[in-house]
């Protein structure tokens, strides 16, 4: 959420759940939850109020809200309970903002944002844990510290990513709240007609396949997950498309395109591997690999992305240009396209 594209993670995991009991007194929350999380500070605990990450009841409560007896207490926050551990590397990162608040990234395709099974290392957040060990969001031992959303491995581009708790909080809430804007632009086998539209369908965990996802078009499982695309270039067999995720699932972009038969280019998980439009003619079908070999990932690129300040307020835009392997296999494919109509 999902990456995609990441997550973009829109998601909130519940970490701690408490009921009050009946001969509870009436007691501030904060002070409430200092007395039950002895490890978490109070500062802590008014930020998460402060940005609606404490709950009473299955609604947001503020930091001076008091405890009565039978109350359900739940604090819930972007990032799934700890689950191994995290090892600081010092690993180069394209770091294109930052302040005392927030850093934002441009993600380079092949690196895994969060350790997870078979990826322990390398990752951005092991980076991360390098790059500020001297701050104290990045020393709880959490496993996503600082993550508001994510990319997946091989989608290269833009991310933001929360210094301290206040704006990890905020943050969080605005993609909860989709009132942050990201763009992609993604290289898709065929034209989408029409050329310009949005994608519905619930999407989650694949029945068959638990490590990618799929669309529930009757929506009765899944998420609620929407794309809106428009057509930026016709290349014959091959359309370059700007994407805007209302939603951010985990491969949102990917398997909305594949739904409806025009998966990202090059795309392992979801057919874009294959040669899907053309000629069987021997030239084109290695030009097709040629293409490939030189994108050896899903032609997709996270190319800006705004959000308020989780401080200041003000509207922060950022945006990236097309890495390399996807500016050469889009000019491979515009000659060959104008090749063909000159013939």
């Not at 809430?173 to 009132?179: A, C, I, N, P, V």
């Not at 939603?247 to 998980?269: A, C, L, W």
């Not at 591997?273 to 290695?286: E, H, N, S």
Request: one cysteine or more.
């Amino acid at each position: 959420m999902a990456e995609e594209e990441i997550t973009d993670q829109q998601e909130l995991f519940e970490h701690y759940r408490f009921t009050a009991d009946p001969g509870q007194s009436l007691l501030r929350i904060d002070k409430y939850l200092c007395a039950r999380l002895e490890s978490t500070s109070r500062t802590r605990i008014q930020n998460a109020a402060s940005a609606g990450n404490i709950l009473v009841n299955n609604k947001t409560v503020k930091p001076n809200y008091k405890v009565k007896p039978g109350d359900i207490v739940q604090v819930v926050l972007p990032t799934p309970p700890r689950e191994i551990e995290l090892i600081p590397e010092n690993i180069l990162l394209n770091i294109i903002y930052e302040d005392e608040d927030v850093v934002v990234v441009n993600k380079e395709p092949g690196m895994v944002v969060h350790p997870a099974y078979g990826n322990y290392t390398g990752t951005l957040v092991n980076a991360l844990m390098w790059h500020f060990k001297d701050l104290p969001l990045f020393q709880t031992g959490e496993l996503r510290p600082g993550l508001v959303h994510r990319l997946d491995k091989n989608t290269s581009g833009i991310l933001v990513i929360a210094k301290n708790e206040l704006s990890l909080n905020r943050l969080s809430k605005q993609f909860y709240d989709r009132t942050t804007d990201r763009k992609y632009v993604a290289l898709l086998w065929g034209i989408p007609e029409p050329h310009e539209g949005t994608i519905t369908g619930n999407v989650g965990r694949n029945i068959r396949d638990r490590k990618i996802m799929q669309v529930f078009p009757d929506g009765n499982q899944g998420k609620t997950a929407i794309t809106h695309y428009k057509l930026i270039e016709d290349l014959g067999y091959v359309s370059i498309v700007e994407c805007r995720l209302e939603t951010g699932r985990t491969h949102q972009i990917r398997v909305h395109f594949s739904f409806i038969r025009h998966p990202v280019f090059n795309d392992d998980e979801y057919g874009g591997d294959q040669i899907l439009k053309g000629t069987t003619f021997t030239k084109y079908q290695q030009f097709v690999k040629n293409c490939f070999k030189i994108l050896p990932r899903q032609a997709l690129h996270a190319r800006s992305l705004a959000f308020d300040h989780p401080v200041t307020g003000k509207r922060l835009s950022f945006e990236s240009e097309l890495p390399d392997d996807m500016k050469q296999v889009i000019e491979k494919w515009r000659n060959y396209t104008s090749t063909r109509k000159t013939q």
